[in-house]
């Protein structure tokens, strides 16, 4: 079945630390593959995307992602975290037809 | 450039009671989505219109969901009954086509409370 997993449901880091947020796929082919950003009372933001060729991607906001195709995995990084990155973020995958299929979420905590 | 409009911003409701959802999506968008969120989870597809035509809704409870998009511009999403598993963050979405490389933009959402 295709899926999305994102086995982090709550991570806290300290502002100025560096962030890593995992998610894990189930598709049978290479999907276009997503992270998505959610503040509190806002919609989802785009925060990058990866279609084919380079597997490390540069987003938004100074958020980066690694596609590694061996672990059907796609990590979203951040060296250094600000305040303002406290949000939900979510990891999703495109199948046919433009359909979006997302995990669960990762809320993340930043501590001053 | 005006981006996905939704109304209302939150609705409270009892069990048994209709509501229904409005959706403006970016102009010229040909494809809209509604998508429920439940409380701690991703959103889920529910309804994807091309136009005025219907998609998919293979994930809409039919029996108690309804939605529309008669002029292939706005969209209303209706719930009738409404039961206390309805509670959620009700996110309507817009892209230029259905092909894979269409970004989604998302709207605020309209968060529903069902007692």
């Known amino acids: 079945a295709q899926s999305v997993t994102q086995p982090d449901i709550h991570i806290t880091v300290s502002e100025g630390a560096s962030l890593e947020l995992r998610c894990n796929y189930s598709y049978g082919a290479t999907p276009y593959l997503f992270w998505y950003v959610q503040s509190p009372g806002q919609g989802l933001q785009l925060l990058l995307k990866?279609?084919?060729?380079?597997?490390l991607v540069q987003g938004i906001k100074g958020f980066e992602a690694e596609f590694k195709r061996s672990q059907s995995s796609f990590n979203l990084r951040k060296p250094s975290v600000h305040w303002s990155d406290a949000a939900e973020y979510f990891c999703?995958?495109?199948?046919?037809?433009?359909?979006?299929?997302f995990g669960g979420g990762t809320r993340v905590l930043v501590k001053p | 450039e005006a981006g996905v409009a939704q109304s209302p911003r939150y609705k409270i409701i009892e069990k048994r009671q209709s509501v229904a959802f409005w959706c403006n999506p970016i102009s010229g968008h040909a494809t809209l989505y509604w998508y429920q969120q439940i409380l701690g989870q991703g959103p889920k597809l529910l309804i994807q219109f091309q136009n005025n035509g219907v998609v998919d809704d293979s994930q809409l409870p039919k029996d108690r969901f309804s939605a529309e998009r008669l002029k292939g511009v706005d969209s209303t999403l209706k719930i009738q009954p409404a039961k206390l598993e309805d509670s959620a963050v009700y996110l309507c979405a817009s892209s230029l086509g259905t092909g894979s490389s269409n970004e989604q933009f998302f709207g605020p959402g309209t968060r529903l409370t069902v007692l």
């Open positions: 999703a995958f495109k199948a046919a037809g433009n359909k979006l299929t």
């Open positions: 990866y279609f084919s060729g380079d597997t």
